[in-house]
């Protein structure tokens, strides 16, 4: 029984009731709470209480919605979530389990029903660090956009957390922290504690989606190459964001070329950040040059990429192994530290921020941007807004508007010499929902990187003509579910080009129909009727 007829047997409505009233009163109460942790609390309990009526409100309230129980704020409510903590939710896996993760995931309630889970082991969330076992909201916050983005049901989600222990000292010194209070494991406890893990996911869950968040970055390529052909999975930070931003970086070319006169073939795309997600993006980003017609080999020589120790060239001693495929063999000359000069090395005609470095790209950056190009594509994608590497108020005022923006979190739209600009949010919640929702109507045995890159196509593809004119790269965020949709379209198209997808009816569907079909499966929120006694 939904909790509000449960709370019914005891105590009664008061006589003047209405779902519609009940809805704007909770609005109310949402929008009285000043500080943005007080909002999310005050959802999460709302959850509890009626979790119908909490999407319900999510899907009428995205714009508003979205950045509390997503980036920023589930950031603050990652950091702080051992002290707010008021109830499980959510699956626990902790490395005392190890021997026994069968059994333990076999607690879950609705085994058959479970289609997607978002894990994540807590050692990289967002731009904020090891948070140990305070990372679960992040799963619970992915899974929240699966169910208002995608239609995916409520009862299909499995929000995990991974509970390794942690680095983080001030954590393991907290008499309130939820987690075990152990550092984390080497590579080899881990690996093992992560293969059994998996094989245990796929005996309990058969009919199960994985999706890998915010592992530190070098477990995030680790284990996505360990499982990705063996199992269901996709890395959320390395593909999702790869995709989101290739598909953002289309449109942005495209004005962007359109101001300069000069081909699409001859961006020049500067990484700042080269973790998990500034390299997955710069990646991802090679099959904007290949579909220009470029060769691999020149692909990669369009892309450059900086880290904390500056420019990154192959003769750096001690280069990580995921840093190494971008290093530049054609830099001669001292180590490049200060971004300024790097831009007036490469002469980028995009900058993009993967960095967690707030404030990095200063006004002198910007302007080094604004002095090279007509129209400079800057995307500070660090999240959480805290850690952006710029502001967009700077970035407009900086460029006197003729910046293409898009960040990891949202800003609002800003007023410059009376005009008034909107920012893209080039965020992969844009495209894991979709592309989840794909992968599990297809039934594909595997997310390929050819879907991911469909899903990106797609979502490039799906400004309306307002868009357009607006010059967005990004859709408007109402529109998500019909994003998603064509999103899951091409995902799904991609996984039977590939003869991944084990659900053949949906080979038999003309597009339209199974476009139709899409829609049909989301989930809505049931109205439950108030019962009168
Ligand atoms: N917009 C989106 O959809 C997504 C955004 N992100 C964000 O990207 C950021 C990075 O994530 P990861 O790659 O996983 O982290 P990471 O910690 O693995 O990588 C950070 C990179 O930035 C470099 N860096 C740090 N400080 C620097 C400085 N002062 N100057 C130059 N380089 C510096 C580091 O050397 C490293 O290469 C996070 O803030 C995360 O929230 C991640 C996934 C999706
Ligand atoms: C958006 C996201 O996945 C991240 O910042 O890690
Ligand atoms: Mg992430």
Redesign the pocket.
């Known amino acids: 029984l939904p909790h509000r007829l449960l709370a019914m047997a005891i105590n009664r409505f008061p006589p003047h009731f209405t779902t519609a009233d009940h809805r704007d009163r909770c609005l109310e109460q949402l929008r009285s709470k000043c500080a943005p942790l007080e909002k999310y609390i005050y959802l999460n309990g709302l959850k509890g209480r009626d979790a119908n009526l909490f999407y319900d409100l999510l899907l009428g309230n995205m714009k508003e919605m979205v950045p509390i129980l997503y980036t920023p704020t589930v950031g603050e409510a990652c950091i702080n979530y051992s002290h707010i903590w008021r109830r499980p939710e959510g699956l626990y896996v902790s490395i005392e389990d190890k021997g026994r993760i069968r059994d333990v995931l076999s607690t879950w309630s609705n085994i058959p029903d479970s289609r997607i889970a978002v894990v994540t082991d807590g050692s990289?969330i967002?731009?904020l660090g090891d948070l140990g076992a305070n990372g679960l909201p992040i799963s619970i916050g992915k899974l929240d956009l699966y169910i208002a983005g995608a239609g995916i049901k409520p009862s299909s989600t499995v929000p995990i957390c991974l509970d390794l222990g942690t680095n983080t000292q001030r954590y393991l010194d907290d008499p309130l922290y939820i987690g075990i209070r152990n550092r984390r494991p080497g590579p080899e406890q881990m690996n093992e504690f992560m293969d059994e893990f998996m094989e245990a996911m796929k005996e309990v869950f058969p009919n199960l989606l994985v999706q890998f968040e915010d592992f530190?970055?070098d477990n995030?390529f680790k284990y996505l190459d360990r499982y990705r052909d063996k199992y269901r999975v996709f890395n959320d930070?390395i593909q999702?964001?790869g995709s989101?931003i290739l598909s953002g970086f289309i449109n942005a070319a495209n004005l962007s070329s359109a101001a300069s006169g000069k081909p699409l073939g001859d961006h020049r795309i500067l990484f700042?950040?080269?973790?998990?997600?500034?390299i997955g993006v710069a990646k991802q980003l090679l099959s904007f040059f290949t579909m220009q017609g470029l060769s691999p080999e020149e692909a990669r020589s369009r892309i450059w990429t900086?880290?904390?120790k500056g420019l990154i060239t192959a003769d750096r001693k001690g280069l990580q192994e995921h840093k190494k495929f971008f290093a530049r063999t054609d830099y001669e000359g001292h180590a490049l530290t200060h971004l300024v000069d790097i831009i007036n090395y490469v002469k980028p005609t995009a900058l993009l921020g993967?960095?967690?470095?707030k404030n990095?790209f200063t006004e002198e950056v910007v302007k080094a941007m604004a002095n090279i190009n007509e129209r400079p594509i800057i995307f500070p994608?660090?999240?959480p807004v805290h850690?952006s590497e710029v502001d967009y108020h700077n970035a407009i005022e900086w460029t006197d508007g003729k910046v293409i923006f898009a960040s990891?979190s949202p800003y609002f739209p800003v007023t410059h010499k009376d005009v008034t600009y909107e920012p893209g949010q080039?965020?992969?919640m844009y495209i894991f929902p979709g592309l989840g929702l794909g992968a599990i109507l297809s039934k594909a045995r595997h997310v390929s990187d050819a879907m991911v890159e469909q899903a990106s196509i797609a979502l490039a593809s799906s400004l309306t003509e307002e868009e357009k004119a607006a010059q967005l790269i990004y859709p408007r965020l109402t529109r998500i579910r019909d994003i998603s949709a064509q999103v899951a379209f091409a995902v799904i198209r991609q996984a039977q080009r590939e003869d991944l997808d084990m659900n053949g009816y949906l080979r038999t569907l003309p597009d339209d129909t199974l476009l139709a079909l899409v829609h049909d499966k989301m989930w809505q929120p049931p109205a439950v009727p108030i019962p009168r006694l």
């Open positions: 990289r967002l731009g530190s970055t995030a930070d999702g964001t989101v700042f950040g080269a973790g998990s997600a500034g900086v880290d904390s993967l960095s967690t470095s990095a994608l660090s999240n850690l990891g080039g965020n992969n």
